[in-house]
């Protein structure tokens, strides 16, 4: 099977992406998605799930750090039991990819994966601030990819789209880079990027200037970038109950505007039930956004990530949102 990881900052716009992939090729070619999310409560993975992807969720925890072994055992059941084509791997946001690169170069997958494609989506309008913040992380990402879709450039000024390109190209001279609004990608385009990267060999090395590796009795790899550790927390909970959608709205605003919830929110996500519709609510790249959804849910779901999160008064404000309960 061919294994394409899907990496990138938390808001970039993975889900999308794949959703995109999943319409374009989903109907040729049988595909699973391995969805890993940063926190409690898993929101992309009923996303996917709902427009008829098959769907694998791993739990809380980051499948490059505390779930190596239930990653490896995933894939192995996928390869085992589905046998698809093609499986894409959502790693968290907060994911290394040169960890993830460890894993699955592993010996065990040797005559299971025939190809492996990194592609890295990344945000236009909010890499070169993401960038002089967490420099060592982002090389990293770059560095490491085949593929860059440099996505929500039609939130940004061409000449801004262009100068984000030419860092990423500083970092990475030999990658493509492709510009992308909504996850959208020229597909003619994309399966000749992917066409270019070279065959996996299976035999991942690091360069010098990548972290150590302990191996332990369990057959574990522990990679040190302290330098990485962007220090994130999440925040999740499930709702049996309604929503109020001016009451929600109220919120994301708040969590996009103000400090009173935590240091610093910069991810916020989730599926509600309002009246007799569903919404998905977004908080990324300092913007917010709402969709109505179709699809069969059981429940409303948030997830919040950032720094210092106040998770109590956090509870207390999404109660405040539920039907029967705001004002």
Not at 10 to 37: P, Y
Not at 48 to 69: D, F, K, N, R
Not at 222 to 233: A, N
């Amino acid at each position: 099977m061919i294994a394409d990881i899907v990496f990138g900052f938390l808001g970039s716009g993975k889900t999308t992406f794949i959703a995109n992939v999943l319409r374009e090729w989903g109907q040729d070619e049988k595909i699973v998605v391995l969805v890993n999310e940063f926190g409690e409560v898993g929101i992309d993975g009923d996303l996917l799930s709902s427009q008829g992807a098959e769907t694998v969720e791993m739990p809380a925890g980051c499948i490059c750090c505390t779930l190596q072994v239930d990653f490896r055992r995933q894939m192995l059941e996928i390869s085992e039991t589905i046998n698809p084509q093609r499986v894409i791997i959502e790693p968290t946001g907060v994911a290394q990819i040169t960890q993830i690169m460890y894993i699955i170069n592993a010996e065990l997958f040797k005559d299971r994966i025939e190809d492996i494609h990194n592609i890295l989506v990344t945000d236009a309008t909010n890499f070169i601030n993401f960038y002089k913040r967490n420099r060592h992380f982002v090389e990293s990402q770059v560095a490491n990819a085949n593929v860059v879709l440099l996505n929500k450039c039609d939130r940004v000024k061409k000449i801004q789209a262009e100068v984000t390109k030419e860092a990423i190209l500083a970092i990475n001279p030999k990658v493509p880079v492709l510009i992308t609004e909504f996850g959208a990608v020229e597909w003619d385009e994309y399966k000749s990027a992917l066409s270019a990267v070279p065959h996996a060999s299976l035999d991942y090395e690091a360069e010098p200037s990548s972290p150590t590796e302990e191996i332990e009795e369990e057959g574990l790899i522990h990679v040190h970038e302290d330098e990485d550790e962007l220090g994130y927390e999440s925040w999740g909970c499930i709702y049996e109950l309604s929503f109020e959608r001016q009451e929600l709205e109220k919120l994301f605003q708040e969590m996009l505007n103000s400090s009173l919830l935590g240091e610093e929110i910069v991810r916020a996500k989730g599926i509600f039930k309002v009246d007799n519709q569903w919404l998905v609510g977004q908080l990324a790249s300092g913007e917010v956004s709402w969709q109505e959804i179709k699809g069969s849910y059981q429940q409303s779901k948030i997830s919040i990530v950032g720094r210092n999160l106040k998770k109590e008064l956090i509870g207390t404000a999404v109660n405040r949102c539920l039907a029967g309960i705001s004002g």
